[in-house]
């Protein structure tokens, strides 16, 4: 059983930057892909972006040439480089990470506030 654990998260101003990180207790090698979600009050939990084992990146429009994900299999880490931040970036940022036909893996998440 794999443990994802997210960080980084916090109080920015608008127009500042985040760097969210989501280190798993084991090997993220095998991951087939890894997600970032984002649950805002009230609303349901989005997609944010996308990283296959193979290096395809994909972003949801609302934060595309703002966001960056990655990958490092050698730290077992995974993160999301948030730029350019918005107010409706604020929310609970989750961390996801699939291995196909073992198991889907979810972290506790955490929390990004965009505000003046």
């Known amino acids: 059983q794999v443990q994802l654990v997210e960080s980084g998260g916090g109080l920015v101003q608008p127009g500042g930057s985040l760097r969210l990180s989501c280190a798993a207790s084991g090997s993220i090698f095998n991951f087939n892909r890894m997600r970032w979600y984002r649950q805002a009050p009230g609303k349901e939990r989005e997609l944010v972006a996308t990283?296959?084992?193979?290096?395809?990146?994909d972003y949801a429009d609302s934060v595309k040439g703002r966001f960056t994900i990655s990958r490092d299999n050698t730290k077992d880490t995974m993160y999301l480089q948030m730029n350019s931040l918005k107010p409706e970036d604020t929310a609970v940022y989750y961390c996801n990470a699939l291995q196909l036909d073992v198991a889907n893996y979810w972290g506790k998440g955490t929390l990004v506030t965009v505000s003046s």
């Open positions: 990283i296959t084992k193979g290096g395809y990146t």
